[in-house]
């Protein structure tokens, strides 16, 4: 009868800790625009005293390393100048306009899950020649609900699923 009631135990602390994940669709618009270079975008999660605690995503060229991080201003003073390898995870090359999904787990930089609660999801843009745009949004984490951010200039609207 112990061993059952553990195992119970056991599997609802595994659901609830894995329960926490929100779906984003992000949009990049097609500007007319020339020069056009890929904007640098940043989404990451902070706490309710805006401390971060996971970073989801970094576009960047890969091939400039961290010359024009310093444009995602918020990222770079929360994140990014003492950033080291631990955000290579997340990092990849820009994207092409148009929807891309992302997803996050509900785990904090170090893999462990975060209690339930209020967050803020940040997401960031800023491109060479081009503008910037910045959007903080309170999520909670363990309920459900979809969220819809408008769209700005480098952003176009942005979707949030909270599962």
Sequence with gaps: MKFASLLLGAALVTSVAGAAQLDITLNQPQLDV??????????????????????????????????????????????????????DGVTGATRRPGDHQLQWDGKDNLGKPLPAGEYLLNIEASREEGGRDYHRVAITLGKQGDISLPAKVELGPIQIKVK
Excluded at 43 to 71: F, H, S
């Design 34 to 87: 020339q020069p056009y270079h890929r904007p640098y975008i940043a989404v990451w999660v902070e706490d309710a005293q805006r401390n971060p605690v996971a970073t989801i995503a970094l576009w960047k060229q890969m091939e400039e390393g961290d010359k024009w991080l310093k444009d995602l201003r918020q990222f770079w003073r929360k994140i990014g100048r003492s950033a080291g390898k631990e955000i």
